[in-house]
């Protein structure tokens, strides 16, 4: 069993940054494949960023990338994700999730454990 919990959502203007984390427990964290998803009003909730316990292995959607990166840090039991450049558009509660799986990494189905979500809310 994995306990997530995510921080570091909050209220940014346009062009502005934020950095969300995502607090891991129980087992052995750096095994796990870890992703970045957003559900924004209305919306199904869409994959954000992933990185394998390498860290070369990191993937992003096409609407994050060159603004988004996902990063981990395995001593401390903790994946981030630095989203630079906002847009309103990526208002949405943000949802971490870890999955032992080596397929359906892009999408929700693929995960095994989530955390509670945290909103993210970008002003024009």
């Known amino acids: 069993q994995v306990q997530l919990v995510e921080s570091g959502g909050g209220l940014v203007q346009a062009g502005g940054s934020l950095r969300l984390s995502c607090a891991a427990s129980g087992r052995t964290f750096s095994s796990y494949t870890m992703g970045w998803f957003r559900q924004a009003p209305g919306k199904e909730r869409e994959f954000v960023a992933r990185?394998?316990?390498?860290?070369?292995?990191?993937y992003y959607a096409d609407s994050v990338k060159g603004r988004f990166t996902i990063s981990r840090d395995n001593a401390k039991n903790t994946v981030y994700l630095q989203m630079n450049s906002l847009k309103p558009e990526d208002t949405a509660v943000y949802y971490c999730?870890?999955?032992?799986?080596?397929?359906?990494?892009?999408?929700?189905?693929?995960?095994?454990?989530w955390g509670q979500g945290t909103q993210v809310t970008v002003s024009s």
């Open positions: 990185i394998g316990w390498s860290v070369g292995s990191r």
């Open positions: 999730a870890a999955t032992e799986r080596l397929y359906n990494l892009g999408v929700i189905s693929g995960y095994d454990y």
